[in-house]
């Protein structure tokens, strides 16, 4: 079991998608919400995930696949 | 570090104690050093500043760490030139250049990373390290061996040569990462997790960062103790733009400048602008882009510092520009042949924003502006690409006149 803290950006199309519900029922992820703004042209949400390495990282691709963006918490890391 | 209180988050306010974080713990928020600037007015008056090192380190009661420690590679203090030339071209003039490209290992980024190091050492960790396109990792090396400390440098593979050897000169270990960007940045995140390194722009996220405010310090001390009218600076992350702020409202509140009224512009390539395009569109979201511009420097498709960019540019009523990317070129030589100096692509794309912001008369004749040049042109000659045209002759007079008539000709 491990934790990791990613944030989703939803384009606005993806808003209304319940990625995040699908994500806890289909890979049995716990999905902690910690801070998130959604509007209607779009919205992000940072959140921890409790699992499996492995699912954790089949979730993320699933996420991934559907259209929305997966970031590390934080933002790009990398500077000049 | 006697006028630091604690680091707090900058989304819900959580206070933690110095020490190697990044996230707070609840909302996953950034978290940034405060400061007692009571203390520190009383500490400090103009003369005690200009009585100090020609170095950033005579800033040191603004930053997380005890003077005396420091690793201190002689940066910062760089020169703050009055672009009379470059200024008549684009009908400017008060214009200045603070070129940040003489320092140590040619960028800004020696500000933070001379704060970081002596902040790591502090903290006793044995391995410095970083992930970079470019900059950052030159600087972390030679702070690195300076301090004695093992160093690891990641960095995508696609770079331009004079940054990577000019990272591999000061004997770091250099880790080259397949895949882009995203790749990169996300393995680096989990390498930090797992391991005790003293990672500059991951775990010491918030020392890294106070060190770039030195850059508003010195433009203001340079002035003669004033604020400009308006900065235009290059933006990636977003991380040096807020900074550059922060440090000219410390020395307002703490009265060593008055009437600060600068307008913070922030220049990006337009194939990597999702702060300006997020200005552009009035939105205080900035959407993620993927990067594919010249100004490899720059290409944070995903700033971290975006939101807080966002908020100087409203606070501050500057103009988020982006700069053409067949324009970050000109910028480049336009710099070098009116001022002579040698810039790399983010300087290319200030001054050809910079410009902009005149045309677009954001920017008036009379007004105070500073450009900031941050990284030297010898480390991004690929760039330039094939663009010198010698006459060619042989070493005899005749043949040498022909040429020269044929190429003043042309
Ligand atoms: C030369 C140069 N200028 C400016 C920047 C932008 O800095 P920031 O990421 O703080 O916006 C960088 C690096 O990211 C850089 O290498
Ligand atoms: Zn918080």
Same mark, same amino acid.
């Given at each position: 079991m491990s934790t990791k803290r990613v944030r989703f950006t939803f384009p606005s199309e993806l808003i209304k998608e319940p990625v995040i519900y699908?994500?806890?029922?289909?890979?049995?992820?716990?999905?902690?919400?910690?801070?998130?703004?959604?509007?209607?042209?779009?919205?992000?949400?940072?959140?921890?995930?409790?699992?499996?390495?492995?699912?954790?990282?089949d979730g993320l691709d699933w996420v991934a696949s559907t259209g929305v963006r997966v970031d590390p918490v934080g933002g790009d890391i990398i500077e000049g | 570090m006697p006028h630091v209180k604690c680091l707090r988050c900058r989304e819900c306010g959580?206070?933690?104690?110095?020490?190697?974080?990044?996230?707070?713990?609840?909302c996953f928020g950034p978290l940034e050093v405060e400061y007692d600037y009571e203390s520190i007015s009383k500490a400090v008056s103009r003369e005690s500043i200009a009585a100090g090192p020609n170095t950033m380190w005579r800033y040191h009661d603004f930053l997380p760490v005890d003077r005396e420690l420091a690793i201190d590679i002689s940066t910062g203090f760089t020169p703050l030139i009055h672009a009379k030339n470059l200024g008549s071209q684009l009908g400017l003039d008060k214009l200045y250049i603070k070129n940040d490209s003489v320092n140590p290992t040619y960028s800004f980024k020696d500000r933070p990373v001379s704060v970081t190091t002596t902040k790591a050492l502090e903290f006793e960790f044995e391995v410095l390290a970083c992930v970079s396109t470019g900059n950052l990792m030159g600087s972390v090396a030679a702070h690195g061996a300076k301090a004695g400390m093992k160093t690891m440098v990641f960095y995508p593979a696609d770079l331009e040569q004079g940054k990577i050897?000019?990272?591999?000169?000061?004997g770091p270990t250099m880790v080259a990462v397949t +895949?882009? $960007?995203?790749?990169? %940045?996300?393995?680096c995140s989990e390498l930090a997790d797992n391991h005790r390194w003293a990672f500059v722009n991951i775990n010491m996220r918030p020392f890294y960062a106070e060190g770039s405010k030195t850059l508003g310090y010195e433009v203001a001390e340079q002035l003669g103790w004033k604020a400009p009218d308006h900065c235009v600076v290059p933006g990636a992350s977003g991380?040096?733009?807020?900074?550059?702020?922060?440090?000219?409202?410390?020395?307002?509140?703490?009265?060593?400048i008055e009437n600060l009224k600068t307008k913070m512009h922030l220049a990006q390539p337009e194939g990597c602008s999702p702060i300006v395009g997020a200005f552009e569109t009035g939105s205080d979201h900035v959407t993620p882009v993927r990067p594919e511009t010249l100004a490899k420097s720059l290409a944070i498709g995903n700033p971290a510092a975006?939101?807080?960019s966002l908020e100087?540019?409203?606070?501050?009523?500057?103009? +988020?520009? $982006?700069?053409?990317? %067949?324009?970050?070129?000109?910028?480049?030589?336009?710099l070098a042949e009116t001022e002579g100096i040698f810039t790399e692509t983010a300087g290319g794309v200030v001054i050809s924003s910079l410009k902009k912001l005149v045309e677009q008369g954001k920017i008036k004749r009379d007004e105070v502006t500073?450009?900031?040049?941050?990284?030297?042109?010898?480390k991004t000659m690929e760039a330039m690409g094939d663009f010198v045209e010698p006459i060619q002759t042989t070493p005899d007079y005749e043949t040498f006149q022909t040429a020269l008539a044929a190429a003043q000709k042309s």
């Open positions: 699908k994500l806890g029922i289909d890979f049995e992820i716990v999905t902690n919400i910690r801070r998130a703004d959604v509007r209607d042209s779009m919205g992000w949400v940072v959140l921890e995930l409790e699992g499996d390495d492995e699912i954790i990282k | 959580s206070e933690y104690p110095i020490e190697p974080l990044n996230a707070c713990e609840f050897q000019g990272a591999a000169v000061y +895949g882009n $960007y995203d790749h990169a %940045n996300r393995f991380e040096l733009h807020t900074k550059i702020w922060k440090g000219l409202q410390e020395f307002n509140d703490i009265g060593l975006g939101p807080y100087v540019l409203k606070e501050t009523d500057g103009t +988020g520009v $982006y700069a053409e990317e %067949n324009t970050i070129i000109d910028g480049i030589k336009l500073v450009a900031y040049v941050t990284g030297n042109g010898l």
